[in-house]
């Protein structure tokens, strides 16, 4: 899995690429540790190419999104594909999560 960061004014953007599994999950869970300890409050997970998730990235995305919420920031997700949107159905992820169709209706949200 490959991560491409991009900033947005006050909001830094992460694009997965690839698949996200217990070979690769330490990848996130690093930049995601970065980004807390930078202090970045608003991060949006564009999900476009990321092909596939795994268990270990579920547990990447809840432990994050449990930090954001701890200091008020938010942590959004955009383009799903099917599959893994079909994993985020059967793990009720969908209702933890801020979901968006596209990268430019979740900017909107977080600007």
Request: charged share 30%.
């Amino acid at each position: 899995m490959e991560i491409n960061e991009i900033t947005d004014g006050d909001v830094r953007i992460l694009e997965l690429n690839g698949r996200l599994d217990s070979a690769n999950y330490v990848v996130l869970e690093n930049k995601m540790q970065e980004l807390v300890t930078a202090g970045v409050k608003n991060t949006l997970i564009n999900c476009k190419n990321l092909d596939y998730i795994s268990s270990s990235g579920l547990r990447i995305f809840l432990i994050y999104l449990k930090k954001y919420n701890s200091f008020d920031g938010k942590l959004y997700l955009c383009c799903l594909q099917e599959m893994v949107d079909e994993i985020f159905k059967i793990s009720n992820f969908k209702s933890i999560f801020r979901i968006f169709d596209t990268k430019q209706e979740a900017l909107k949200e977080l600007k």
